[in-house]
């Protein structure tokens, strides 16, 4: 198969969706890698080191896009929907439930979707998720830490306090992969953490991980308003997969909040969890005030450590790719069920249920797309 890699075009996006690791490894399975020219260079990785691998430079975004599979990181912006054409496989992140606009693109133009978050194992574990909300959860902390600096619009307060100083209170709203990354951090910096999660199960998880160093609550409108009213940072890291993210904090707690603290919505990506988060801001202009606090909602965190997050990423791309490219996606997809819950358009339909409601859209199995076909 040949397989396009674009150069990302996202404010700040410095990843590659294929390192020259990965080309040697589908090029030694017999299969064609074309790279945009530049396109690893914000992660470290030259045209030359490209070649070296056993790829093909093209120097246009169009000759990458014209390849029977494109891999990329960060969903398509509107100026690459003009790239789409039918039958074209596109595996990269799409968190399609707050892209209306996208979505219908690719069911116009009977794109074959496959979204790294929605692939699922059979434990419910997203293994295409999971590094970059490693990286995500990660750098939550470190940059809620950052903003809660005077200078830098916070109130102030350093996350470990001194002795005879109180510490700074973060709150982490889900405790999965970003939350607990997060807390991971935060915990590290000397904050007191507390972290909320909807299933019981999970909390159980997270005391016993992290032990008397955290806090756990239940998810419920009145401990999530407790919590934000004495939190000098709070980190959105809810996941519903596929689907938009649920609205749990209200602007009126927003308002409860003290002047200066600081909220990192990291579920941004599906939409957001604050009232209040209904932007998406950039690596350039990361932050916005409202109602004195400090919001930062940028979609595509990972994008500014890309030499962790390329590598972190590729390392689980790859051998799914491998396998799109060994048998075709129909093959590849009916054989292995994570990767078909990937799929979240076919031949003109949306296949992944969360997204058809999030947009009212028929929504089609795709099991029976790939029967009929
Ligand atoms: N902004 C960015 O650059 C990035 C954003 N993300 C996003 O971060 C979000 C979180 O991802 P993960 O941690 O990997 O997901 P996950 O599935 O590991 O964790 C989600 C957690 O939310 C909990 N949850 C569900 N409903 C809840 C509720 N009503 N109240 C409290 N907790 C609830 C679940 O029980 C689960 O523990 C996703 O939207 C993901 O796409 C991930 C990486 C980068
Ligand atoms: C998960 C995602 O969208 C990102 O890493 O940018």
Redesign the pocket.
């Known amino acids: 198969m040949n397989i396009g890699v674009p150069r990302e075009i996202k404010n700040n996006e410095n990843r590659v969706a294929m390192t020259p690791a990965g080309v040697v490894t589908l090029e030694s399975a017999g299969h064609r890698v074309f790279v945009e020219t530049g396109a690893g260079l914000g992660s470290g990785f030259t045209d030359e080191q490209y070649i070296a691998a056993g790829a093909e430079i093209v120097s246009t975004a169009g000759e990458a896009w014209q390849q029977e599979m494109v891999m990329k ?2 969903e398509p912006l509107s100026e690459e929907y003009k790239f789409f054409y039918e039958g074209l496989i596109l595996f990269t ?1 799409l ?1 399609l439930a707050p892209e209306p606009e996208l979505t219908k693109a690719l069911i116009d133009n009977k794109v074959v979707s496959i979204a790294y ?1 929605t692939v699922q194992l059979d434990n419910g574990s997203l293994p295409l ?1 999971t590094p ?2 490693e990286v ?1 959860g990660r750098m939550a902390s470190q940059i809620g830490a950052q903003f809660l600096e005077k200078p830098k619009g916070g109130r102030g307060v350093l996350l470990s306090g001194i002795p005879g100083v109180r510490r700074g209170k973060v709150t982490i709203i889900g405790g999965g992969v970003v939350g607990t990354n997060a807390a991971k951090i935060a915990v590290g910096l000397g904050a007191d953490v507390t972290i909320i999660d909807l299933n019981p199960e999970r909390l159980r998880q997270l005391d016993d991980i992290f032990g008397s160093t955290i806090n756990t609550f239940m998810s419920n409108p009145l401990n999530i308003a407790e919590a934000l009213e004495e939190s000098d940072l709070v980190i959105g890291a809810v996941l519903i997969p596929g689907a938009k993210a649920p609205k749990l904090v209200s602007e009126d707690m927003i308002k409860s909040m003290r002047e200066g603290s600081v909220i990192v919505d990291v579920a941004i ?1 599906q939409g957001g969890i604050f009232e209040t988060t209904d932007r998406i801001t950039t690596h350039d202009d990361p932050t916005y005030n409202k109602h004195g606090v400090l919001h930062y909602a940028v ?5 500014a450590v890309p030499r962790t997050s390329t590598i972190g990423l590729t390392n689980v791309t790859v051998p799914y790719a491998l396998q799109l490219a060994n048998k075709g996606y129909r093959k590849a997809c009916t054989e292995n069920k994570a990767l078909l819950k990937g799929i979240n358009t076919l031949d003109g339909f949306v296949t992944y249920k969360a997204v058809a409601e999030a947009h009212k859209l028929d929504y089609a199995e795709v099991d029976s797309i790939l029967q009929d076909s």
Do not use: C, I
């Open positions: 990181v960060k992140y968190h978050e998720l970059m909300s995500a990506d979609a595509n965190m990972p994008g």
